[in-house]
């Protein structure tokens, strides 16, 4: 088999919630993707103009904490980086599947499993970090 | 193979170190992500104690917290550790700061201090070695600690 004589694409996960962000992002790099996290739309544009970090794509929530939402942060990507793609998501369901299309997409490994498994695992999750 | 969960695995089946990095700063919290990432840590990211609460509440397994003491929100770095002392006895605690004089009692509570800012590699490989002392750390069940009283 060929080795890769590419690096893998970097896809930049933008959710302030922690472990909708977190179960996404380990998804994607199952699938080979290198993925960076950020909290909100701040966050994602200092990856987005960090030099080196050459992001591909961006899997953005629309509800985002802080003064910028996924719309005002996928505008700014248009104007300002029009190479980038940007995919918006206002929903779990929505999230996953998107994770689940970029990990068909994606150039390197099959998707670990099925959308409807992450979403199911953040909802378990997010029950469990009801209890206290 | 059947997994085995509980601390007593063979050596040949321990699982990668798993770490909660908590930090406000984006960047500095990527540096240390990926020097984490790059030893074979399993790595998840919080950028506020908030979200390193709500995410230990979960039934994400996680070894150790790595956090940063001043961050936004009601909180910070030393709350967050003594939250995980109480709340999640079996999970490793590290905290780092640039600033913070931490006191005896707090030295006394925490597994390690660090000093920022701190050459991630090195970071890493300390913390490398504080969970290869016992290497039991992936074995842990640190999420079990949440019912049982602090000690």
């Known amino acids: 088999m060929e080795a890769p004589n590419q690096q893998p694409e970097t896809i930049l996960v933008v959710d302030g919630d922690v ?36 992001v591909d794509i961006i ?40 994770a689940g299309d970029l990990c068909e997409e994606g150039p390197h490994l099959a998707k670990p499993y099925d ?18 | 193979m059947p997994k085995i969960s509980a601390a007593g695995s063979p050596a040949a089946d321990r699982l990668a170190p798993s770490v909660l990095l908590v930090e406000d700063e984006f960047l500095i919290r990527l540096d240390l992500a990926d020097a984490f990432r790059r030893a074979g840590w399993t790595v998840y990211e919080a950028a506020s104690g908030e979200e390193a609460i709500h995410f230990l509440r979960s039934t994400i397994v996680v070894g150790l917290v790595l ?34 004089e931490p006191s005896v009692e707090e030295l006394s509570l925490w597994d390690a201090f660090f000093t920022k800012p701190a050459a991630p590699e090195l970071l890493v490989k300390q913390l490398d ?22 000690a």
């Open chain 1, 19 to 54: 472990i909708t962000r977190t179960v996404i992002a380990d998804y994607l790099r199952q699938c080979g993707y290198r993925v960076i996290e950020a909290v909100n739309a701040w966050e994602a544009e200092q990856a987005l103009n960090q030099e080196g970090f050459d």
């Open chain 1, 59 to 98: 899997l953005s929530d629309v509800d985002l904490p802080g003064e910028m939402n996924g719309f005002q942060l996928a505008s700014w990507v248009r104007q300002n980086m029009p190479d980038v793609k940007v995919i918006l998501s206002s929903a779990v369901e929505r999230t996953a599947s998107a």
């Open chain 1, 115 to 132: 959308p409807a498994t992450v979403v199911d695992h953040i909802k378990r999750l997010r029950g469990g970090s009801d209890r206290s």
């Open chain 2, 67 to 100: 956090t940063d003491v001043r961050m936004p929100g009601a909180v910070d770095g030393t709350t967050l550790a003594g939250w995980v002392r109480r709340e999640r006895p079996a999970v490793r605690v590290a905290v780092m700061s640039g600033h913070y």
């Open chain 2, 129 to 150: 070695e504080l969970v290869d002392g016992t290497g039991q750390d992936a074995q842990r069940s640190p999420n079990d600690g949440g019912t049982q009283p602090a």
